[in-house]
């Protein structure tokens, strides 16, 4: 008894996703461009951003391959109940 496997997300979905990540950061950089401060703090301002960025990416990566992990461990646990359940016999004697 295996589970099939789901799609993990729709094209729709992850066109939103890029959207909005797009629409947020594009009005992250117009709003620090148009901040009305001297060029140091601008240029500070957007390597926070990029350094946000770019841990959030990092951070996102790290889940996900820690869920993938868990997955196919519970994958490789339920194949091997699966491979013990399909060999047990309950009516099979052992000869001394």
């Known amino acids: 008894m295996t589970k099939p496997i789901q799609p993990a997300m729709t094209a729709a979905y992850f066109a939103q996703c890029v959207i909005s990540f797009g629409v947020a950061l594009g009005s992250t950089t117009l709003g620090i461009f148009y901040l009305p401060v001297g060029a140091w703090v601008r240029a500070f301002l957007a390597?926070?951003?990029?350094?946000?960025v770019t841990s959030a990416f990092v951070l996102a990566k790290c889940v996900r391959d820690r869920q993938e992990f868990d997955s196919m461990s519970s994958r490789v646990d339920q194949a091997r109940l699966d491979k013990l359940l399909a060999e047990h016999d309950p009516y099979k004697v052992d000869a001394l």
């Open 47 to 52: 390597v926070s951003v990029l350094y946000t």
